[in-house]
């Protein structure tokens, strides 16, 4: 079983929406189960709207439901303590900081790290603006000149998150091909994150 898990130094990151799309890849390759830790029960909320490939469960439920699973996926609260950040670190595969492309973003990213020090974790970076903005690069290069693993992918920013939220669905299952595209930036990632988890 490969435990990832996803947090964030703050609110308005995509957190629960990156949760939510990284378990829809891994589903397609093994038995997956996406923990619900987050208070706002986002993931929860979005698989009760319509249907999702993969189960969800509210982290008091999951011990019974995580044997066997090949991909357990945690959503967490938003600011966890310097403390938790470690013991989240300690306890998964993987650790992913979605963060958003601005400078404002930056120094708690940095702190974050500092604070993980050489824990197994990549930041990504989402909400991307398109092109001819360059701030999706801008933060890449910034993270990594600062010694903190990223990952290739960004997420791209998207109305199409909202509307696959109140539908209830992953971004892939909507009709408009626009939409999809933003898929087709968390399918990148999901193959970045089983390079790192060691499975092909």
Not at 6 to 35: E, M, N, P, Q, W
Not at 60 to 66: P, S
Not at 78 to 91: F, I, S, V, Y
Not at 109 to 126: C, P, S, V, W
Request: glycine share 8%; proline share 6%; hydrophobic share 40%.
């Amino acid at each position: 079983m490969k435990l990832i898990t996803i947090t964030g130094y703050k609110g308005g990151v995509a957190k629960s929406c990156t949760a939510v799309h990284l378990a829809t890849f891994l589903s397609d390759r093994g038995d997956t189960l996406l923990v619900d830790g987050d208070p706002n029960r986002t993931a929860l909320k979005w698989s009760e709207r319509g249907k999702l490939p993969f189960l969800v469960a509210d982290e008091r439920q999951a011990m019974k439901m995580v044997a066997g699973r090949d991909y357990v996926v945690i959503d967490t609260p938003a600011r966890p303590h310097t403390d938790d950040l470690k013991e989240l670190a300690k306890g998964c595969d993987l650790l992913i900081l979605p963060t958003t492309p601005d400078v404002i973003s930056l120094e708690p990213m940095l702190e974050t790290a500092r604070d993980l020090g050489e824990a197994h974790y990549k930041a990504l970076i989402t909400i991307v603006p398109p092109y001819p903005s360059r701030e999706g690069e801008t933060m890449q290069n910034d993270l990594q000149s600062n010694g903190i693993p990223v990952f290739k992918s960004m997420i791209r920013r998207s109305a199409g998150f909202q509307k696959a939220a109140l539908a209830g669905v992953p971004l892939r299952d909507l009709p408009e091909s626009r939409s999809r595209l933003a898929w087709l930036d968390y399918e990148a990632l999901g193959k970045e994150v089983l390079e790192d988890l060691g499975n092909e």
